[in-house]
């Protein structure tokens, strides 16, 4: 869950290894660094804190060097200390590797490098590449064939990226279920493990796949199978995203500014072609088996997703939480396995993919980044255009993921009958409006809900409770809470309240409750007797509520009139701004909460 950020040059590179890491840092921000060619030697420059912090240290932008890598680390193995930041160096100080994933046999080969006379600074299991690569070179004498056999010895997940003093011009990179990228310049290239590495200075990628090496220099590149060594022709990719939508754009924070950005990402969710929703849908209905795989926030969309397909649609597609999904999973030729995921990386939902593919089920994804491993490995993609997320918790990819859904079960609704077309054309109005109305909703809603978040911040403990479709708003919601505020928000069914948790209901314990609009009939009843539960326990009851006249609440947020379709969106961004104002309050890292990366490429 780190960054990787390298360059060649004709040009000076201080200012874009810090730029490339800095528009990385959502990936992890524990520590960072940087390795360059200084005449005959490697410099490291490197420290714990974010990339601004060290480079006030290291001066990073300072930097006279024409070949360069760069890392932000979020620590798997080794603490957060200076020693384990990246880049590492190998004993003689010859070859520098920054890495993102995780060696699964790094404790075998560090044994045997140790017996080899090498010695190591560092508790990483980054820090073997460098020496493991050093010895190769003293065995084999060639830069390239000491890479390949190195590559070769490593079992687990990596993404890499190398320089040495034996090939000065170069930068090597090789990436094994790890995203790796060569960004193509004019007068530089680039390496990175996204594009934010350098998209404000090309759009134009080659994305590496697994089994693939680079060797980039500032005026050409080659990429390689590492099987056979042969050079392969590869495509490039246009980035479509605009490197300004990455900046905040007057806004204190990016989540702020995301969650500002939902009338237009909906809009555009809408605008995607029928025919990509046709074909998803045409998918599921051939298959025998379907199921919804996200993990975390992207797990709460599937089960939104469900929601959605049993009651639009008749349909029974149980969603799966990735962690999880492998362990359950009895995919066959007949199933089809529908990946959510907003960075098209994360590893639970990756190799919960791979898993199903192993048994021959067909697969199918939607994804926001484009070009990333999930949006390449499936059969079927539908990409979302929701533009870069920067901010690490997710909001308008989370709700765009939700809108198309809803797209998805209104087209197979209508296939099945489930739907006349004048209830369809209603529920695509209701959509069509929903941009609109989130606007009004953000515009009139933000005071009341930042007032409420600064009285509430000192609350220590939530309930969010829902039934229904609201169901999986209140887990999202409790989700957006912990993450962003580190205060306890536990998402529970309405339902459940009775089977135990009652028994905490006490005045500390607040409770909000997302509350379906009055037309929503038994759904709304049993949703206030949740309510009532609660009240008659001395609890304090927050409700997010579509009618004025419900006096039950201690405190309320009362919502415009809208569709029972989109209804449930609605508090759901309340919720998000809810969540996002505590955090202010609490003075909290908005934008790179703590223990939270932005794609989580490791186990
Ligand atoms: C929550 C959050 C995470 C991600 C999860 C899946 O705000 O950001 O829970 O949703 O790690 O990530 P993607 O969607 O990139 O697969």
New binding site residues.
């Given amino acids: 869950m780190c960054g990787i950020a390298g360059v060649a040059s004709f040009h000076s590179i201080g200012d874009r290894l810090y730029e490339g890491v800095h528009h990385l840092e959502y990936r992890g921000y524990d520590s960072c660094g940087v390795a360059f060619l200084n005449h005959d030697h490697i410099e490291v420059r490197k420290d714990i804190g974010t990339v601004d912090e060290v480079d006030g240290k290291e001066s990073i932008r300072q930097l006279n060097s024409f070949v360069g890598i760069a890392h932000t680390r979020w620590a798997t193995h080794g603490k957060v200390t200076k020693e384990n930041a990246h880049p590492h160096l190998s004993c003689r100080g010859d070859f520098a590797v920054v890495h993102n994933g995780i060696i699964a046999n790094y404790k075998a080969l560090r044994e045997g490098l140790l017996k080899a006379g090498h010695r190591f600074s560092s508790e990483t299991d980054t820090e073997i590449i460098a020496h493991l690569i050093e010895q190769r070179y003293t065995e084999l004498g060639d830069i390239e064939a000491a890479w390949v056999s190195a590559l070769t010895a490593l079992e687990g997940s990596y993404a890499l990226a190398m320089i040495s003093t034996n090939d000065p011009q170069r930068i090597y990179c090789a990436r094994h279920e790890g995203p790796l990228i060569i960004g193509v310049g004019s007068e530089s290239n680039y390496v990175g493990s996204d594009f934010n590495a350098f998209i404000d200075y090309t759009k134009n990628c080659v994305i590496l796949e697994d089994g693939e090496y680079g060797i980039v220099s500032k005026d050409s590149f080659s990429v390689k199978s590492l099987r056979s060594g042969e050079v392969l022709d590869k495509a490039i990719t246009v980035v479509p995203w605009d490197p300004e939508l990455s900046r905040k754009g007057g806004y204190p924070h990016y989540m702020l500014k995301e969650i500002h950005e939902q009338p237009l990402a909906v809009r555009n969710a809408l605008s995607i072609d029928a025919d990509e929703i046709t074909a998803l849908a045409d998918m599921i209905a051939g298959a025998r088996r379907v199921h919804l795989l996200?993990?975390?926030?992207?797990?709460?969309?599937a089960l939104m997703g469900q929601y959605l397909l049993a009651t639009l649609a008749d349909m029974d597609v149980p969603a799966m939480s990735?962690d999880e999904f492998r362990h359950l999973d009895r995919s066959d030729a007949h199933s089809l396995v529908v990946?959510?995921?907003?960075?098209?990386?994360?590893y639970?939902?990756v190799m919960s993919l791979r898993h199903a593919k192993e048994r021959g089920a067909k697969t199918a994804a939607i994804?926001?980044?484009v070009g990333s491993s999930?949006a390449r490995m499936v059969d079927r993609v539908v990409l979302q255009g929701s533009g870069p997320e920067v901010c690490?918790?997710?909001?308008k990819?989370?709700l765009v993921?939700m809108i198309l859904l809803t797209r998805l079960a209104l087209e197979l609704g209508a296939r099945r009958g489930t739907l006349s077309a004048t209830r369809r054309r209603e529920c695509e109005e209701a959509l069509a409006a929903l941009p609109g109305e989130i606007e009004t909703l953000v515009n009139e809603k933000s005071g009341l809900i930042r007032a409420a978040a600064y009285r509430h911040a000192q609350v220590h403990n939530w309930l969010f409770l829902g039934r229904g479709v609201y169901y999986p708003v209140a887990l999202?919601s409790a989700?957006?809470m912990k993450?962003?505020t580190y205060v306890h928000a536990e998402g529970m069914p309405g339902g459940f309240l009775k089977h135990g948790t009652l028994s905490l209901v006490d005045d500390k314990l607040y409770t909000l409750v997302f509350v379906p609009p009055p037309s929503a009939g038994e759904l709304h009843a049993m949703t206030m007797s949740s309510v009532e539960e609660v009240k008659a326990r001395g609890g304090f009851v927050f409700g997010f509520t579509f009618d004025a006249s419900e006096d039950i609440f201690d405190e309320s947020l009362v919502l415009s009139q809208t569709s029972e379709l989109t209804a449930p969106f609605l508090p759901l961004i309340c919720a998000q701004l809810l969540a996002y104002f505590t955090a202010t309050a609490l003075k909290r890292n908005v934008d790179k909460p703590r223990s939270?990366?932005?794609?989580?490429t490791v186990a």
Avoid: F, P, W
């Avoid at 959510?340 to 994360?346: A, F, H, K, P, V």
């Avoid at 690490?392 to 909001?395: D, F, G, K, L, N």
């Fill in positions: 996200g993990v975390g926030t992207t797990y709460y969309v990735s990946a959510i995921s907003q960075s098209g990386e994360t639970d939902t994804v926001n980044v999930i690490v918790v997710s909001t990819a989370a993921q999202e989700l957006k993450e962003v939270l990366a932005k794609s989580v």
